[in-house]
């Protein structure tokens, strides 16, 4: 149930960054197919935001959202590494803004 949830929240709340439906057309019978509304049919064809930048389907944000990696560094002729994180791309950061959370800089 739990991870029920937690899809359903971040869908909802990437819903900006992929082609979901965010105001759905109310429909009398619930057997009859889905339509899309006009506003989700121009995101849709359109392809990009305002901004230029690309939606993406809820598992492309997810998998687009996994290649923001962090690498331990070291130093040359030392034992020392330092913990770096790559620069995330306009996507990852709105991502993540949506959400309300940071981008976490250190695993716990």
């Known amino acids: 149930m739990l991870g029920c949830y ?9 819903a900006p960054l992929t082609f979901t439906d965010k105001d759905p057309p109310a429909q009398d019978n619930p057997a009859t197919p889905a339509r ?3 506003r989700a049919q121009a995101k849709a064809s359109g392809q990009h935001d305002p901004a230029g930048q690309p939606y993406h389907s ?3 944000l997810l998998e687009h ?3 923001l990696t962090r690498k331990q560094v070291p130093f040359a ?12 791309t306009s ?3 709105e991502a993540f803004d949506l959400i309300g959370v940071p981008i976490p800089l250190t695993v716990r």
């Open 36 to 38: 899309r509304s006009a």
């Open 6 to 14: 937690l899809t359903w929240h971040l869908r909802r709340a990437s």
């Open 77 to 88: 002729g030392t034992r020392a590494t330092v913990p770096v994180l790559a620069e995330p």
């Open 58 to 60: 809820f598992r492309g």
């Open 91 to 93: 996507a990852q950061r």
């Open 65 to 67: 959202l996994a290649t």
